[in-house]
């Protein structure tokens, strides 16, 4: 039978406000007896689960080489998250100092259980405690910070740990549409729009399943650059008039209408160039999708979805057809400028460029 105990280790409560964070030290190879680290995927109502990306093998061998050698050290703590099977006992306080209670954290281990089911979540640290469960060593203490949250809180730390670090800016949009938290500011602009991005990929429709993120990865039209076309419009264009400008909500329900009301026709009129992959086609190409963007914004704004005449929004679109490249031939622009069909990319000029050329066929 699988051991089950309690892991009883020393720790210092640390209380930030109303707020409490444990600070502690573990062996490392006992780690994975109670932490899981909790992977980015979706379930089969397409509801995000965890947050974390997978395992860089690379960066764990160097680590494990690194730990396996003569006078190794890892000065910077891992940050798990527990659940509330997690328990501290505070043992006598100090009379000066309130905010530093000593004690012991009481952390139940149960090695039946399987990994998603384990009382504790690697934050940050990931590598490392891989690295060390690798290693070819008896034991490996670590330094660690704790702290008892929800989910979403954990993926708003798991944000706010790696925003001065090298994290994959797709693993970024896909979590901050369901993360609860101080962000950054930058971030916090881009929240609504990320979580557009996402309702557009897991909805039946012209984007369904073709933008790019850790959990689409056969998707092929890149995050960024829908990323930017919403946030325009969201800010300055057609879906600025569903926005709360006090505190950044948006009907999301009619935006995600609005967009769908709009693209369709697009991928519908376009539909060789649509269904290429961006290499194939300037459309699906981060230029096309934020110049049409543009387009969508020049003849929808100020009108609500449900009040659009649609059919002259697809005789407009149609008109277009004479005067694209999307996937051969020549662009020529009203400067007398002429480029190969596949030369325009996804620069401020380009986009700047190409998203003139189409308004100037479209009227509202």
């Keep these: 039978m699988a051991d089950r105990y309690t892991l009883r280790l020393p720790a210092l409560q640390v209380n930030q406000g109303d707020k409490q ?26 509801q995000l689960q965890g947050y974390q990306r997978p395992e860089a093998l690379s960066h764990i061998r160097a680590i494990r080489r690194y730990l396996e050698s003569d006078g190794a050290m890892l000065p910077n703590a891992l940050v798990l998250a527990f659940d509330e099977r997690v328990e501290f006992v505070a043992s006598r306080p100090s009379k000066d100092i309130g905010y530093s209670v000593p004690g012991e954290l009481l952390i139940p281990v149960d090695e039946s259980l399987p990994e998603e ?28 910070v704790g702290f008892i949250a929800s989910q979403e809180e954990q993926r708003s730390q798991f944000i706010l740990v790696n925003s001065t ?43 369904g399943g073709r933008i790019s993120s850790p959990t689409s990865p056969t998707g ?18 057609a879906l600025y008039q569903y926005r709360n400008a006090e505190d950044g909500t948006g009907d999301e329900e009619r935006m995600l209408a609005h967009l769908l009301s ?53 005789t407009t679109l149609r008109g277009l057809e004479d005067h694209v490249a999307w996937t051969s031939g020549t662009w020529t622009f009203s400067d007398g400028q002429e480029r190969r069909w596949n030369s325009l990319q996804n620069t401020a000029n380009d986009v700047r460029l190409l998203s003139s050329h189409l308004r100037a066929h479209v009227s509202r």
């Excluded at 829908?226 to 800010?235: A, F, G, N, P």
């Design 165 to 207: 670090k090298p994290l994959p800016k797709g693993l970024v949009y896909e979590l901050l549409p369901e993360t609860t938290g101080q962000l950054p500011r930058s971030y916090a602009r881009r929240q609504l729009a990320a979580k557009l991005m996402v309702m557009l990929n897991m909805t039946d429709g012209p984007f």
């Design 262 to 314: 709009f693209w369709t026709p697009v991928a519908s009129i376009f539909e060789e160039a649509w269904g290429k992959p961006p290499k194939e086609s300037r459309l699906t190409h981060g230029v096309g999708v934020q110049a049409m963007g543009f387009v969508m914004d020049r003849l929808t704004a100020d009108v609500p979805f449900d009040k659009v005449n649609w059919d002259k929004i697809r």
């Design 117 to 144: 089911a384990r009382p504790a979540w690697l934050v940050d640290g990931q590598q490392r405690s891989a690295a060390i469960r690798d290693a070819d060593l008896a034991e490996f203490p670590v330094a660690a």
């Design 220 to 237: 092929n039209i890149k995050d960024n650059s829908v990323l930017k076309m919403l946030e325009h419009s969201i800010y300055e264009g």
């Design 21 to 46: 964070i444990y600070c502690f030290a573990v062996d490392g190879k006992k780690l994975h007896d109670f932490t899981a680290v909790s992977r980015i995927s979706r379930n089969d109502e397409k």
